[in-house]
Nanobody
């Protein structure tokens, strides 16, 4: 069993900052990639940022404001969110592509989601 547990969401004023963290635990052999998605009410889930083998990728809407980082030793991924805007309000989901044993195909896992609300 693999679990992804997120933390760090909450309410923040426009222009403020939040830091999201996600820890992967359980039977993990290797992690190919980790990232963050978000889903606002009435909208589809969208990619925010991901990191794999040192390569970073960001949605255009968050470039220059959000920074993703990963601690391979701890199987964690973080998302530092600065200059937050009301349109960043959404449920943020941690995502990991990983294998649970040598030779197995990688599978995608999701966290339970954490609410981020940007409002004055």
């Amino acid at each position: 069993q693999v679990q992804l547990v997120e933390s760090g969401g909450g309410l923040v004023q426009p222009g403020g900052s939040l830091r999201l963290s996600c820890a992967a635990s359980g039977s993990i052999f290797s992690i190919n990639a980790m990232g963050w998605y978000r889903q606002a009410p009435g909208k589809q889930r969208e990619l925010v940022a991901f990191i794999t083998s040192g390569r970073l990728n960001y949605a255009d809407s968050v470039k220059g404001r959000f920074t993703i980082s990963r601690d391979n030793a701890k199987n964690t991924v973080n998302l530092q969110m600065n200059s937050l805007k009301p349109e960043d309000t959404a449920v943020y989901y941690c995502n990991a592509l990983l294998t649970y044993r040598s030779g197995s195909n990688p599978n995608t896992y999701w966290g339970q989601g954490t609410q981020v609300t940007v409002s004055s």
